[in-house]
């Protein structure tokens, strides 16, 4: 039976999952370097506790450790969510473009910020990620309805907030 403290298993873990991880806990920090931090942590957990945790249960393991030591920061800290930033050669476009899409991405910013935590990270995990609902609700350890809720709750605010969303 594989076993999470075989290097194999474990090196295989963390490629299938850490990106994951960090975008999950880097939407609901806003902060690459805690992001970072916190990934990095929950794999040295898994890997502390590797004879306790199934290569199953390994996954959630990683998320639920993940998303506990994101709960100890912001206890300490108000979240600033900065959207990415895609960098693109905008050099061909009119001034005037650029303007409207540096005030939209600041209506976004501001949108985004205004969500919940919850709703937040559902709403970016769905559609910057391209996660399912299913695998938001494992990610979080709530019901699939608990997610559509929010998915629906979020799109109603930004909408409210942002013409043309």
């Not at 994951?20 to 957990?45: P, R």
Request: with cysteine; proline share 2%.
């Amino acid at each position: 039976m594989d076993n999470v403290c075989e290097e194999e298993v474990f090196s295989s873990l963390f490629k299938t999952n850490s990106k994951t991880v960090f975008n999950y806990i880097y939407y609901k920090f806003g902060n690459e370097e805690k992001a970072y931090d916190v990934v990095q942590e929950a794999f040295v957990k898994l890997w502390e506790n590797c004879s306790k945790v199934s290569p199953e249960k390994a996954k959630s393991y990683v998320y639920t450790v993940a998303n506990n030591l994101y709960l100890n920061v912001i206890k300490a800290e108000k979240v600033r969510l900065k959207y990415a930033n895609k960098s693109n050669d905008t050099s061909y476009e009119s001034p005037e473009f650029l303007l409207e899409e540096k005030e939209y991405k600041e209506k976004l910013d501001k949108a985004l910020n205004s969500l919940p935590e919850n709703q937040r990270a559902t709403f970016l995990l769905n559609r910057i990620d391209g996660k399912k609902y299913a695998e938001i609700a494992e990610m979080e350890g709530v019901s699939v309805k608990a997610i559509e809720k929010r998915m629906h709750l979020a799109l109603k605010a930004l909408r409210e907030q942002i013409e043309g969303i």
